[in-house]
């Protein structure tokens, strides 16, 4: 079945700093969904993005949709103790538009 | 709107045991997703439901039957459950279709953990 590789696996900041993950696919996507989960919780959607090279911003957070369509990037300016949570990446493939892809997530600790 | 709702919270259940996980949602969403999350695997679709009265397969169905008989419900049962089934379960819906236009924006509710002994 189709993959996402999410990377990196986990992230150990320091509050104040930036932050940056990405996913990548070998497949064509027509959207990507950026995703936190904060313990004992379900996954919260951050940013939906649906065309490529589309750059979208919610609060912090930047989420661009790459231009070959194999791939997507999150950032987080001046993290927080809040942002703590394990980020994971969608994405919908072209060729079949009825389920997401998950990727494994990236863990970020955040310390004060 | 409570959005997406699933009962019970936890659960633990000894081998060869069933039960059924319900998950209910107020959006009037067409479609929605039974996962299961373990640790380091990220999150692995059971079964989907593209709208009431229809369920298909996902990436690990076996051991798990859904059903949908009404829009907003969506049921997981576990005929005999098995060690390999613990693992903490996430329904999610969303709309999918909308003005004309795909939108797979899934919805999620806050889990069951189950543990099986």
């Known amino acids: 079945g189709q993959q996402l590789n999410q990377s990196p696996q986990s992230m150990f900041i320091q509050e104040g700093e930036d932050v940056s993950m990405n996913c990548t696919s070998s497949s064509i996507f027509n959207t990507w969904l950026w995703y936190k989960q904060e313990p004992g919780e379900g996954p919260v959607l951050l940013i939906a993005?649906?065309?490529?090279?589309e750059l979208t911003s919610n609060g912090r957070l930047t989420a661009q949709f790459g231009i070959t369509r194999k791939d997507s990037f999150l950032n987080i300016s001046a993290s927080i103790p809040s942002d703590v949570g394990i980020y994971f990446c969608a994405g919908q493939w072209v060729y079949n538009t009825d389920k997401l892809i998950f990727g494994t997530g990236t863990r970020l600790q955040v310390f004060p | 709107n409570a959005g997406v709702t699933q009962t019970p919270k936890f659960r633990v259940l000894k081998t060869g045991q069933s039960m059924t996980l319900l998950c209910a949602q107020d959006m009037n969403h067409e479609y929605m997703y039974w996962y299961r999350q373990d640790p380091g695997m990220g999150l692995r679709l059971i079964h989907y439901?593209?709208?009431?009265?229809?369920?298909a397969k996902g990436e690990v169905p076996d051991g798990y039957n859904v059903s949908r008989l009404k829009k907003q419900n969506f049921l997981l049962g576990l005929e005999s459950a098995a060690p390999s089934q613990t693992s903490v379960y996430f329904c999610?819906?969303?709309?999918?279709?909308?003005?004309?236009?795909?939108?797979?924006?899934?919805?999620f509710g806050p889990g069951t953990r189950l543990t099986v002994l």
């Open positions: 439901s593209v709208g009431e009265g229809t369920t």
């Open positions: 999610a819906s969303s709309h999918h279709l909308l003005s004309g236009r795909v939108y797979n924006e899934q919805f």
């Open positions: 993005l649906y065309k490529a090279g």
